[in-house]
């Protein structure tokens, strides 16, 4: 009985732990809603990476990678926490096995929100991570719309001396 009430203690506390992280999450998502980034972003370092086995077309299995990265991008029907998986098929190895050049033969997006605990958790961590990425990103924007509309004042200046050039004046 002692094993049985351990475990159920157990269990009910990492449930409520796993509900806290959870709201903290959607606390987190609803704040970045709220920005209207319009923008994707994914963290540099993945949550998960773990060896796999994977099958090719004809069914031959072959040894793989299984990355999964945690990001701020566009799901099914809004912007969201998103965890992009990615296959990498092992092209080269060194002599104990380990990776040397892959390549992506899948990838799957899954909301952060439907993913397990485990996911969620490891997602957690790399938080801080994702939120200086999505201000690396925003910054690349902004000085794309900034060249952007630079070039575009250059181009209007030139325009009317282009007009006044072939009037004859």
Same mark, same amino acid.
């Given at each position: 009985?002692?094993?049985?009430?351990?475990?159920?203690?157990?269990?009910?506390?990492?449930?409520?732990? /796993?509900?806290?992280?959870?709201?903290?999450?959607?606390?987190?998502?609803?704040?970045?809603?709220?920005?209207?980034? @319009?923008?994707?972003?994914?963290?540099?370092?993945?949550?998960?990476?773990?060896?796999?086995?994977?099958?090719? #077309?004809? @069914?031959?299995?072959?040894?793989?990678?299984?990355?999964? =990265?945690?990001?701020?991008?566009?799901? /099914?029907?809004?912007?969201?926490?998103?965890?992009?998986?990615?296959?990498?098929?092992?092209?080269?190895?060194?002599?104990?096995? =380990?990776?040397? #050049?892959? %390549?992506?033969?899948?990838?799957? =997006? /899954?909301?952060?929100?439907?993913?397990?605990? /485990?996911?969620?958790?490891?997602?957690?961590?790399?938080?801080?991570?994702?939120?200086?990425?999505?201000?690396?990103?925003?910054? %690349?924007?902004?000085?794309?719309?900034?060249?952007?509309?630079?070039?575009? %004042?250059?181009?209007?200046?030139? #325009?009317?001396?282009?007009?006044?050039?072939?009037?004859?004046?």
């Amino acid at each position: 009985m002692t094993v049985e009430n351990d475990l159920f203690t157990l269990a009910r506390k990492i449930n409520e732990s /796993t509900d806290a992280l959870t709201n903290d999450l959607k606390n987190s998502e609803k704040q970045l809603l709220q920005l209207k980034l @319009g923008f994707s972003a994914w963290a540099p370092t993945p949550i998960i990476q773990e060896p796999c086995i994977s099958h090719n #077309e004809d @069914g031959e299995p072959f040894d793989c990678v299984r990355l999964i =990265y945690l990001g701020w991008a566009k799901g /099914t029907n809004n912007w969201c926490f998103q965890l992009r998986e990615e296959i990498h098929e092992i092209v080269e190895a060194d002599e104990i096995g =380990y990776p040397i #050049e892959t %390549k992506v033969v899948e990838t799957f =997006y /899954t909301n952060l929100m439907e993913s397990d605990r /485990t996911k969620r958790f490891a997602a957690f961590e790399q938080m801080d991570a994702l939120e200086k990425q999505i201000a690396i990103e925003g910054h %690349k924007i902004l000085k794309k719309i900034e060249t952007i509309r630079t070039k575009r %004042k250059a181009k209007a200046l030139e #325009e009317p001396n282009q007009m006044v050039s072939e009037a004859g004046f």
